[in-house]
Structure formats: structure tokens, C-alpha cells
T-cell receptor, first 115, second 114 residues
Framework: AQKITQTQPGMFVQEKEAVTLDCTYD???????LFWYKQPSSGEMIFLIY??????QNATEGRYSLNFQKARKSANLVISASQLGDSAMYFC????????????FGPGTRLSVLP | DVKVTQSSRYLVKRTGEKVFLECVQD?????MFWYRQDPGLGLRLIYF???????EKGDIPEGYSVSREKKERFSLILESASTNQTSMYLC?????????????FGEGSWLTVV
């Protein structure tokens, strides 16, 4: 079964608008971490933001915020004030703390920012 | 800055050849990972290692093996390359249980098997 689901293969957003990229996860581990990465066309993977399962507040990093809804097992990435340079693939990932230390990734969402 | 270096950026190999992909990290990380990335499938874990000479199978280990003789180096081996192993391979290091630590990726190795 898929542990990370990203239901949006592709998204478009107008420059300067906000966009939400969806991520749902499946785990029975009470302790886990959720991560978002950006992969531009150059291929490098860039870490964006982290949310721990016990964190009370939603994580924020500059224009990135994570809308963490634990009961719904969702960890959506919100990008505010989109820029052309935000066009990339975005991956959601999870690390389960009691079931090994590997990182499981979703299939990704391709975001295109329109001028 | 953390540096994860993959030995080859682009390779073309023939079916049946033995292929070595090497990865070196300079941050003394215990954990190292090999993923393959295919369109629509995201990153799938092949193997990971949490210590020297230790390895764990990931989701798709068939057709691959790994070697970790030194802490900084994690090698992926395709014993007999096949065309369905044409893909991008990403090495990563870092992470840690119950930590905020991300994993850091190399630039990727594009392998084509003909």
C-alpha cells in the first residue's frame, strides 16, 4: 500500500498567488517526521520544510508552510506568493521512527508557475 | 555545506554488464540511501545502510546489491544490467530517528541500459 499519496500529478498557479500541494500519508507509527522537497529541472533535491508528528504548531519556512492535520493524516504544502522559480517537482516524504529510519517518498506534483 | 557526491552523472551500459554507482558523503552521516526515480513513481528506495557493513533492503532491491566498507562511501551494484534498470539513481545521506534532520541528496546518476 502506498504510504505517501500525492493526488495532483500537475498543478498550475499564477505568479504571486498562493498554491497548496496535497499530501496524505499512512502510518501506524505514533512517531514520524514529514518532509517536503523541491526538485527543479536541474535534478537536485532541495529540502524545504519539516513537520514532526508531535509538533503542536504547523511548520513555516519563509514562503513555505505546512498545513498539518494529524487526524486526517494530511501534510499539505502551502507556497505563498508564487514565483517563476517555484516551477519544479515537489515531493512529500515520511520517516517512521519505529519502523526503520528510511525515507518514503510520494510520486510528486509538478508545479508550473505562470507569468 | 553538506556534500554528497555521486561518481557518474551520465552512464550508458550494455545489457548484462556489471555497473557500479558510487556515492561519497563528507558529513560523517551514519545513514546512507540509494533511490531510483522514475516519472510518476517518485523516489523508490533500493537499499539503505545505517552503519558500516550494515544494509537493509528497501522496496525494490531485486537486481541490485550494495556495499558499505567505509562510513563515507556507499556503492550500488547492478550485477547484470537490464533495460528496465534504465533510470535516474539518487544517493542520499543523513536523517536519523526522531530528528529534524533531513537527508541530503547527490546530483543523481542517469543510467541508460541498451
Amino acid at each position: 500500500a502506498q504510504k505517501i499519496t500525492q493526488t495532483q500529478p500537475g498543478m498550475f498557479v499564477q505568479e504571486k498567488e498562493a498554491v497548496t500541494l496535497d499530501c496524505t500519508y499512512d502510518t501506524s507509527d505514533p512517531s514520524y517526521g514529514l518532509f517536503w522537497y523541491k526538485q527543479p529541472s536541474s535534478g537536485e533535491m532541495i529540502f524545504l520544510i519539516y513537520q514532526g508528528s508531535y509538533d503542536q504548531q504547523n511548520a513555516t519556512e519563509g514562503r513555505y508552510s505546512l498545513n498539518f492535520q494529524k487526524a486526517r493524516k494530511s501534510a499539505n504544502l502551502v507556497i505563498s506568493a508564487s514565483q517563476l522559480g517555484d516551477s519544479a517537482m515537489y515531493f512529500c516524504a515520511m520517516r517512521e521512527d519505529n519502523y526503520g529510519q528510511n525515507f518514503v517518498f510520494g510520486p510528486g506534483t509538478r508545479l508550473s508557475v505562470l507569468p | 555545506d553538506v556534500k554528497v557526491t555521486q561518481s557518474s552523472r551520465y552512464l550508458v551500459k550494455r545489457t548484462g554488464e556489471k555497473v557500479f554507482l558510487e556515492c561519497v558523503q563528507d558529513m560523517d552521516h551514519e545513514n546512507m540511501f540509494w533511490y531510483r526515480q522514475d516519472p510518476g513513481l517518485g523516489l523508490r528506495l533500493i537499499y539503505f545502510s545505517y552503519d558500516v557493513k550494515m544494509k537493509e533492503k528497501g522496496d525494490i532491491p531485486e537486481g541490485y546489491s550494495v556495499s558499505r566498507e567505509k562510513k563515507e562511501r556507499f556503492s550500488l551494484i547492478l550485477e547484470s544490467a537490464s533495460t528496465n534498470q534504465t533510470s535516474m539513481y539518487l544517493c542520499a545521506s543523513g536523517g536519523g530517528r526522531r530528528s529534524r534532520n533531513t537527508i541530503y541528496f547527490g546530483e543523481g546518476s542517469w543510467l541508460t541500459v541498451v
